[in-house]
């Protein structure tokens, strides 16, 4: 049989006894919270401007009101609309496009039509982009503005690949972007810690942590299909990260756990980089 037939079947099996799909309704909004349909088109009917006006008022505090505000508001298609809210976005700074960005991920609908818009690389661009000044990085501001841009931008691509059918495609994204959240929240956690961990016994209880995760997505990256997956939703760049800031923290070090995430790393980056992955 073949053995990652066999590692898909289990992870299915063991999903669907833990894991509760979201339903159509339940998004996140960014502030910890899951907010309905309803809800959010209240707040779309309390800003009434138009398309014309929409891009002077992208760069404003009322950006994500009068976003919904125009799609209660307009005939035209929805993709249509999207895709032309994304051009703009583009041309916009960081900050403001991740917050643009989250309130147009506030439903099914949406998240499909921005998804079709070619939203994906825009935001694999916003987790893993460096920070545009290098002499700022280790600062309290900066490193908290980065923060927030890439908990709002990984907030959208777990919209869009939540709002995806519960299907077999459906499942394997949604299993392959955990493992990659847990990755990423483990990256922003050793820069939060900077230089900090001269504890080898804080480094390798946090290791220990990710281990199977890394593991996981080596093991995964075998199957063609769940490649694809993974190069998808930014895969590629996050295990690329994950060797590079370990060992930022960590050194050169003799500490197992360290080196078996990045035996299994440079496994995971071989067989995402083979032929046509």
Known sequence: MDPTLHIEQEMDERESQHV????????????????????LDRIAHQNSA?????????????????????LSEQSESKEELISSLLSKVRSHNKVEASKILLAMSNSVENCIAMRQCGCL??????????????????MVHAKRVNFEIRERASQVLHNIVFSQPDDKKGRREARVL??????????????????????????????????PSVAALMKLSFDEEHRYAMCQLGGLQAIAELLQIDHEVHGCTNDQYCITIRRYSGMALTNLTFGDG
Request: hydrophobic fraction near 30%; aromatic fraction near 8%.
């Open 20 to 39: 509760d799909w979201p339903s159509e309704q339940m998004f996140w909004t960014g502030d910890g919270e899951t907010s309905d349909n309803s809800t």
């Open 178 to 211: 955990r493992l990659l959240e847990q990755i990423r929240d483990y990256c922003d956690m050793l820069r939060s810690l900077d230089a900090d961990i001269d504890d080898n016994r804080n480094a390798r209880c946090v290791d220990q942590h990710l281990g």
């Open 121 to 138: 690389p825009l935001l694999i661009q916003l987790l893993h982009s460096p920070d545009e000044n290098s002499n700022t990085y280790h």
């Open 50 to 70: 138009s398309i014309m006006s929409f891009q002077s008022t992208l760069s404003s505090s009322s950006a994500s009101a009068s976003f919904h505000s125009q």
